[in-house]
């Protein structure tokens, strides 16, 4: 099938998502939508994510997407159960991902999780994890400063080392933590600088890789994969300021073809 894969966030960090999904399912058009406007959702309630999320689906049903990935930790926590409840097409979130990954990665049972206050406040990555292997131990960590720093564009140097080594401090005092679940998809984007501070002997799991690949068999077990080779370019959506999110896609993709892609702004108020 032709039609794209529809991917939404809550501002640029679900473009670590879509990079991995360009890596992976070449033939695959995508439209993102990013919420820059709105953006922090961790902050806001959760009746506000909903609104805002289901906004952000209706623009991309407009656009005759054949699937839905949240690629937001927040949305995904509090949205997703609805959405696959009541859209006709296959949804997938960034949580069960992750929390498979870190499985794979603990050799202690000793795992830590920072994200959003909404999805930390959640539990959604707990309960995850538990599902999965009941033993799990699991250290969350609210990094509410991380967001709108990474938004900025600000994501290494000494003011982002400074601000990770901050935020970082309570749950480092957790010696026995061997994988650390990057709860939010804007935190790929400090990946370095976090991987720094934390230590080598930390494991830093993002979903992106995961989500990528139950996207992948998600696409075969629905049968609508895309084989053709002649694709539509990719198209980017932003709900704010268009130059930042130009600066911070361009380098996520820096070593991508920038050309496949086209940058627009979105309106969802118009939809």
Request: net charge negative; aromatic share 6%; glycine share 6%.
């Amino acid at each position: 099938m032709k039609q794209p894969i529809g991917v939404i966030d809550s501002g640029v960090g679900g473009l670590t998502v879509v990079h991995e999904l360009m890596r992976q399912l070449p033939k695959e058009p995508l439209i993102y939508l990013g919420d820059t406007a709105r953006c922090p959702y961790g902050p806001r309630t959760e009746e506000e994510v909903k609104q805002f999320t289901w906004e952000m689906v209706r623009f991309l049903l407009g656009k005759n997407i054949k699937m839905l990935v949240i690629a937001c930790n927040t949305a995904t926590a509090f949205t997703i159960k609805d959405l696959q409840k009541e859209l006709d097409i296959p949804v997938i979130g960034v949580i069960k991902p992750g929390a498979r990954a870190a499985i794979k990665s603990t050799e202690n049972n000793y795992i830590g999780v920072i994200g959003t206050e909404g999805t930390v406040r959640s539990g959604a990555y707990s309960y995850a994890l538990r599902k999965i292997k009941s033993d799990i131990e699991v250290i969350s960590l609210a990094c509410p400063s991380f967001v709108p720093m990474v938004e900025k564009g600000v994501l290494d140097g000494p003011e982002a080392k400074q601000v990770v080594e901050n935020a970082l401090a309570p749950i480092l005092e957790h010696d026995k933590m061997d994988t650390l679940i990057l709860g939010c998809t804007h935190y790929p984007l400090l990946k370095d600088t976090i991987q720094e501070v934390v230590g080598k002997k930390i494991i830093v799991i993002s979903s992106s890789e995961e989500t990528a690949r139950e996207t992948s068999t998600t696409l075969d077990i629905h049968q609508i994969a895309n084989h053709d080779d002649h694709m539509p370019p990719h198209q980017f959506y932003a709900t704010g300021d268009l130059d930042i999110f130009i600066e911070i896609t361009e380098k996520i993709f820096k070593d991508s073809n920038f050309e496949v892609l086209t940058i627009k702004h979105a309106d969802l108020q118009n939809i």
